[in-house]
């Protein structure tokens, strides 16, 4: 089992649509979680962090549910420009090398359409 | 701030040769990190250093892969031999506090 999981997509929906992402993760211990953004052939950059009572930053919604071990991002409004990948990240304490990483999904793909 | 920076761009080699990615962080971060992206393994963090010495080098695949930091603003990663299985995406990125990891723009290796 991946130790951070995605739905690969990808997600076709209109300008102006709401649209949601679920991630899960593996390991009980993880202690920070993040969104990232990747643009086609760019690199990934930080959307948001994603806080244990949710948050929010413009039309952008990120929550975290520590029993259930899911994070979700809710895009409202879509627009032309959110067209990207988006990675779940999630930062644990390896259990093999007791060090802490930040763990990448694979991500989801978001194509909004005219 | 320029951002991290990493040379080159691009790289086309045949199998076999030495490959050497560069990155130069962002001034004043004290972690760095390489990472190699592929559409069958996404994501995938090599190795990382903070403040140049290495900490975790588990994710390096084989003994083929190296990587040094000899100063705060400058780190390589090497590969020799490559082989066709190396072609990937090479990140590099710079991390001052626990939440703002900055990556490159990647080079993207091809070995034929």
Redesign the interface.
């Given at each position: 089992r991946k130790e951070v999981e995605q739905d690969p997509g990808p997600f076709n929906v209109p300008e102006g649509a709401t649209v949601a992402f679920n991630c899960t993760y593996s390991n009980s211990a993880s202690q920070?979680f993040?969104w990232y953004r990747q643009d086609c052939r760019?690199?990934?950059?930080?959307l948001m962090?994603v806080y244990s009572s949710g948050n929010e930053d413009g039309r952008f919604t990120a929550q975290l549910n520590r029993a259930s071990q899911y994070i979700s991002l809710l895009i409202r409004d879509s627009k032309l420009s959110d067209s990207a990948t988006y990675?779940c990240v999630v930062n644990f304490r390896?259990l093999?090398?007791g060090?802490r990483?930040?763990?990448?999904?694979?991500?989801t793909r978001l194509q909004v359409q005219p | 701030d320029a951002g991290v920076i990493q040379s080159p761009r691009h790289e086309v080699t045949e199998m076999g040769q030495e490959v050497t990615l560069r990155c130069k962080p962002i001034s004043g971060h004290d972690y760095l990190?390489w990472y190699r992206q592929t559409m069958m393994r996404?994501?995938e963090?090599l190795i990382?250093f903070n403040n140049n010495v290495p900490?975790?080098d588990?994710g390096m695949p084989e003994d083929r892969f190296s990587a040094k930091m000899p100063n705060a603003s400058f780190s390589t990663l090497k590969i020799q031999p490559s082989e066709p299985r190396d072609s990937a995406v090479y990140?590099c990125a710079s991390r001052g506090d626990?939440?703002?990891?900055?990556?490159?723009?990647?080079t993207r290796l091809t070995v034929l």
């Open positions: 920070s993040f760019k690199e990934p950059k930080l962090s990675l390896r093999d090398t060090r990483a930040l763990t990448f999904g694979s991500g | 990190f996404g994501l963090l990382y900490i975790d588990s990140f626990e939440n703002s990891q900055y990556f490159g723009p990647g």
